[in-house]
């Protein structure tokens, strides 16, 4: 499997000094190599960052020798039903509840995950097994139903107690994700610092600049409404200028949405895992 692979690549890959282009550069050659296409920007997420950071152009950020690192990555193979995945590594050795927080809660939502449960019934599953491990979930980080070209397809499958009543059925495609953090934490995150990751959320404005027009017709030509990186962007043009002028230009006129890096609330590390799984005749089926 493509996500296996990279995810043994990440274990190798995350280690101190190593610059955060090195990492995404790195995984996105991979996906290249598999001939497959990044669903979004890799997101390299670190501490109590919990998701949504990525490498900006000529990014000089190193990973550090403490660092928990979460890694979280996505391809498709141009039908834009991205394969989501993610994984934290710990190079401090002292964070193993959240990891496990994490990571077990999604192995015991998949072995219990079938066709007919509700989005309610999982979520109290996903909970239980968290706090067990002595950690609390992010609340407000969820796992999701993937459609094409919507990474988040409007159903929701939160990590705490919820009335969602919504059944699983056979051939949704399901991103089982569970976020953690330590009982000192709010279990919430918030917006912090610049963003670099942006996705198209209309069509219905003209824009007036050259810059503008050029830039929207890359974007729904390459990405559609899938996230996108300025850095991706500065890559393609050679112009952080014309970038910079036109992502201004679709921001205000509301044709893209911005994602700015999530922290947790009090500053409490955060650990993250996620899989993508396919319910096949009744059951799960892992993709990647």
Do not use: C
Request: net charge negative; aromatic share 6%; charged share 30%.
């Amino acid at each position: 499997m493509i996500s296996s692979k990279i995810r043994e690549e990440l274990e190798k890959l995350v280690i101190p000094e190593m610059p955060y282009t090195d990492i995404v550069d790195t995984v996105e050659e991979h996906m290249k190599q598999e001939k497959v296409i990044p669903g979004f920007p890799v997101n390299i997420s670190v501490n109590e960052i919990a998701a949504h950071d990525t490498a900006a152009y000529e990014d000089k950020r190193l990973i550090k020798d403490d660092d928990l690192v979460k890694i979280d990555f996505g391809f498709h193979n141009g039908d834009g039903l991205v394969i989501d995945n993610a994984l934290t590594i710990d190079l401090s050795g002292s964070h193993g509840k959240l990891i496990n927080g994490a990571k077990r809660a999604v192995e015991k939502a998949v072995k219990e995950l079938k066709t007919g449960i509700r989005v309610s019934e999982l979520s109290e599953i996903i909970y239980d097994a968290v706090v067990k491990e002595g950690v609390i979930p992010i609340s407000n980080l969820t796992g999701h139903n993937i459609e094409p070209y919507w990474i988040h397809g409007g159903i929701p499958i939160p990590t705490v107690p919820n009335d969602i009543d919504y059944e699983f059925k056979d051939g949704d495609i399901l991103a089982i994700e569970v976020f953690t953090t330590y009982e000192e934490g709010s279990g919430k995150v918030e917006d912090t610092g610049e963003p670099h990751i942006f996705s198209l959320v209309s069509l219905e404005r003209g824009i007036r600049t050259n810059m503008g027009r050029k830039l929207l017709t890359h974007i729904v030509k390459e990405y559609k409404t899938l996230p996108f990186s300025d850095r991706w962007l500065i890559q393609q043009f050679k112009s952080k200028f014309m970038v910079k002028t036109g992502l201004q230009e679709l921001i205000k006129n509301r044709l893209i949405e911005r994602y700015p890096p999530l922290k947790e609330e009090k500053g409490q590390p955060v650990a993250q895992y996620e899989v993508t799984v396919k319910l096949v005749e009744g059951k799960p089926v892992e993709l990647g």
